[in-house]
């Protein structure tokens, strides 16, 4: 265990329907590590219990009706009080114990960004084979038309510091699925491969059903990717939290 890390860290986790996992996510995020640990859940208007579950565990919620995976994390990134930021899914898959670990390597390496690969470490039944080779075909397509390296294009966990995001180029644009890829091109790009590394850590099989359409998102996934590539991409909704969002760490917010 790490502990006495002298940041403020923000866990973030984006969700919709999670109910059946949210709990366990959040028991395995370590405690008690660093100066101050904030656990952010931003949701997407679930319709069954993941925020009260999530308020019953003492993480704040942050209330996003617009649709979207990236619309959740382009609200995250500016409400997360942390001045470090740490990304994952809410359903077991990804190692929350080392959490500490990624933000002391950020921070003693003086890193700015850290992306999480997860097919080299992947556990057996964490993706299926068509999964499995969409993944590759993604990231294989992202290295091709970027040239920046990274082995798993897709992966939601991500360690990094939440001022990269002054430098307005950094902020990803799209609302969906894609943001995962973009974020990691923009990080090379803007922050360079000596701030912005990838390591492998495990991938562990889901609990719950997943929202991913294998084929819709795959396909908007590689299509974003030329977009980008190309500059075709266009921002549809402003960075940052609507007006109308509610939020528990205000008061506004009612699971």
Not at 147 to 160: A, H, L, N
């Amino acid at each position: 265990m790490v502990e006495g890390l002298p940041v403020s860290v923000t866990v973030m986790l984006p969700t919709r329907n999670e109910e059946e996992a949210i709990g366990a996510t959040l028991d395995a995020i370590p405690q008690g590590w660093c100066d101050n640990l904030e656990v952010l859940i931003v949701d997407g208007s679930s319709t069954d219990k993941t925020r009260a579950i999530a308020l019953e565990r003492g993480a704040r919620v942050h209330l996003e009706p617009r649709r979207g995976y990236g619309r959740a994390y382009r609200t995250g990134f500016v409400v997360a009080s942390g001045d470090i930021i740490v990304t994952m899914d809410a359903d077991c898959t990804y190692p929350a114990e080392l959490i500490p670990d990624l933000v002391r390597m950020l921070v003693e390496q003086d890193l700015d960004f850290i992306t999480c690969d997860r097919l080299s470490m992947a556990e057996e039944g964490a993706m299926s084979g068509l999964h499995g080779f969409g993944n590759w075909m993604l990231s294989f397509t992202a290295r091709l038309l970027f040239g920046y390296g990274i082995k798993d294009s897709q992966s939601g966990m991500w360690v990094f510091r939440k001022r990269i995001f002054e430098n307005e180029a950094m902020r990803p644009t799209n609302d969906g699925m894609p943001l995962s890829e973009e974020i990691k091109i923009l990080a090379r790009r803007h922050l360079g491969r000596h701030k912005a590394i990838e390591v492998s850590v495990p991938y562990r099989p889901r609990v719950g059903e997943a929202e991913i359409h294998t084929w819709g998102d795959g396909w908007k996934n590689l299509r974003f990717l030329y977009a980008r590539r190309f500059g075709l991409h266009r921002t549809h909704t402003a960075w940052g939290p609507s007006d109308a969002n509610t939020d528990s760490a205000d008061g506004t917010l009612n699971a």
